[in-house]
Structure formats: structure tokens, C-alpha cells
């Protein structure tokens, strides 16, 4: 929920402990698999100035997502509307650090190893793409609060997998590392469906145009990853860079120890 909802109630809604819940749940996720990497070592704040651009604006959203559904909770109305007007603002330098991060990473050969080059420069900005066209339909529709705020769920899903990728073993899921972590992540809008059948006796429509937006988003990653489109665009991003001199679909060897 983290725009303008202006046909949200005051408080009481029947369904706000599960999204009130669910950001939390998905903020401490996100934190959780970037401390995790740091304490064990495997990364620093040893990185470029993009980098770390691009990851104050991803967990500045966190932050949004995670105020605007205690706001709109809470009955603090006037701040969730006044905050979802910075939010829509917001998503302009996600989607450009996120694609700029994605290019500098492929053209540089810095690709994790347990995906695929061509497959990462597909999916992250398919992904941020996903999440924008998401939000947007939930901002449409915030006047009915019901599809708002599980549209807004299902756009968040599509942020979480950095975080969810450095808490699992994803490395042994090689070759299929970015399914299965896609996998996980769509387990949060289930837990929405599931929520919902046991509080109303049915899923709300909602659900089935995010997670069928979420699903049509990977089945064109994996069209594109294996097509010779693909392979087309990944020798023009990587033309002139040490990115060319790596196959499109080889995995990179993991690092030492």
C-alpha cells in the first residue's frame, strides 16, 4: 500500500492484520538476507557509488511499503496519502538504478554465479517492470482497498528476491536457481489466498490477476532467456565490455572458499 489510497477506512478492516503482518514479515526477509551475507563475509560496503545508490532507494521502498500499510492500518490516513504521493515519485530512480546496476553487472562480468548472464539481465528488469505495472494498477484502483492493497502485495513480491536469494541455499538450486527463487517468493501472495478463503470462504479476484501478472512476467524472462532474441541482446549490452568474453547462458565459477 504504499500510494494514495483515498477510499481507505479508517481502521477495522477485516483483512488488515494480514497486511499489516505481511509487510513486516517481507521487510525483515529483505534485511534479514543482506545482514545475513554481511555477517557471514560475502559482502561489504566495499562497492561502487551506483550500488549503493541503487540500495538506498530499494530499502528506502521497503521503508515506504512498510509505513504506508501500518498508516493505512492504523487510521492515520492523512500520512498515508501525503507519504503515497512521495511513493509514486519513488519508482522513477528505482527503475533507473536498478536497469543501470543490472548493465554495469552483466557488462562487467560480476554476474552471481548460480545465474545464468543473459537470464539476470532479463529477469531483473522484467522484474522491475512487473513490480512497476503492479503498483500502478493498485494506485488505479485505490479507491477500492480491496484490490489496492493486494495488488500492492503482489508488486512488492516482485522486490523480494534479493533478499529471499541470500537466505536460501541458492546455489544448490544451480541450474535452477532463479525459479526457485521465485518460487518462495510467490509463497506470500499464496499465503494472501489462503488467508483470505478462511476469513471470507473465497479468494479475492485480486489475487489471481497479481500472481497471473507475476506468472506472465516469468514465462516471457525464460521466452526471451532461450531465444535467440536473447542471445541478440546480450552481445549488443555486452559489445566492447568483459561481459562479451562470457557465454550468455554459462554459469560463472563460484569464488574461492
Known sequence: MATIADGLPASGGRDDGFFRTGAFVMTAAIVAGFLEQMAMGRSSFAVPLLVHAHAVVFMGWVAIYLLQNVFATTGRIGLHRRLGWIAVAWMVPMVVLGCMVTLAMVRGGRVPFFFRPLQFLVFDPATMLTFVGLTIAAILLRRQTDWHRRLHFCGMTMLLGPGVARLLPTPLAQPWAWEAVLAVTLL??????????????????AWFWGVGAILVSAAAIEIITYSPVGGDLYRAVTAGSPGAAIAPLAFGAPPPG
Not at 506470500?188 to 479476484?205: E, K, N, Q, T
Open 188 to 205: 506470500f501472495p499464496l499465503a494472501g489466498m489462503i488467508a483470505d478463503r478462511r476469513r471470507d470462504g473465497r479468494v479475492h479476484p
